[in-house]
């Protein structure tokens, strides 16, 4: 039988392992609403930034997160484009010093809790894919599908590289893996929601697949889940062939 509530799908992964692109494919094929956590946090750096804060200053970045007015919408080509107020920032929050900026600033608990509560307002009907890197852990523990998806970090750095390539900035190979893996620390090693996995988590692995071959797995858990919502966690990803 079909259950009702449409699910929260809860992505979590490290930098580089594509969350952003396959929530919005997934996102696509389900009709849920897709929130980009990482691009609310970029929206707090970008503010930050054109108002000269520095990142020290948590008290003002704080006050910044409390009174954005964020929002997302699926334009004509099916891009998620990401909004303050009336303002589209999509192409403005993806550079590497809002990068940066955003990475650095996650650290605080302080702005954390800020942005998990309205997170946490934005899915309370369900209905909504949402990625990060503590959406399964911290926002949405009781997420009825957990995806913890990750990949080499060679591979990570590999494709952040071509994205920077594509984007006609030029930076070696060598400089972004030594930025992803020391990104990665940071994030393991923060205070303030760390990253990792849930118990309840099904860890998927990108290495050698296609966007598409791990977005179809993800669209196979959810319509597993809508008929057997009985069936959670881990057997949920061996139900639909994730091992």
């Known amino acids: 039988m079909m259950v009702k509530r449409l699910p929260v799908i809860a992505i979590d992964g490290p930098a580089g392992s594509g ?3 396959v929530a919005r494919k997934v996102a696509q094929k389900t009709g ?3 929130i980009n956590s990482g691009a609310m946090y970029r929206a707090v750096a970008l503010t930050a930034i054109r108002e000269g804060i520095v990142p020290g200053d948590v008290n003002r970045i704080v006050q910044i997160a409390s009174s954005l007015e964020m929002s997302f919408s699926l334009d004509r080509i099916g891009s998620i484009r990401t909004y303050i107020a009336d303002e589209d920032i999509t192409d403005k929050i993806s550079g590497s010093q809002v990068a940066e900026m955003a990475s650095i600033i996650a650290m605080y608990p302080e702005l954390r809790e800020q942005l998990v509560k309205s997170q946490q307002q934005m899915g309370e009907e369900g209905g909504v894919i949402m ?8 926002v949405f523990p009781k997420a009825e599908i957990k995806i913890f998806l990750t990949a080499s970090v060679e591979e990570r750095a590999m494709r952040r590289w ?3 390539s594509d984007k006609g900035e030029y930076i070696t190979y060598k400089e972004v893996l030594n ?3 020391e990104r990665d620390k940071r994030d393991e090693e923060r205070e303030a929601s760390p990253l990792k996995a849930s118990d309840d988590a099904i860890l998927l692995k990108s290495d050698g697949k296609t966007l598409e071959q791990v977005v179809d797995l ?20 061996k139900a639909a062939g994730i091992v």
């Open 131 to 138: 990625e990060g890197r503590d959406i399964q852990t911290v």
């Open 179 to 181: 930025d992803v893996t």
């Open 19 to 21: 969350k952003s692109s």
């Open 32 to 34: 849920l609403h897709y």
């Open 162 to 164: 071509k994205e920077h």
């Open 218 to 237: 993800i669209v196979k858990v959810y319509e597993i889940h809508r008929k057997r919502p009985d069936i959670k966690g881990k057997a949920l990803g």
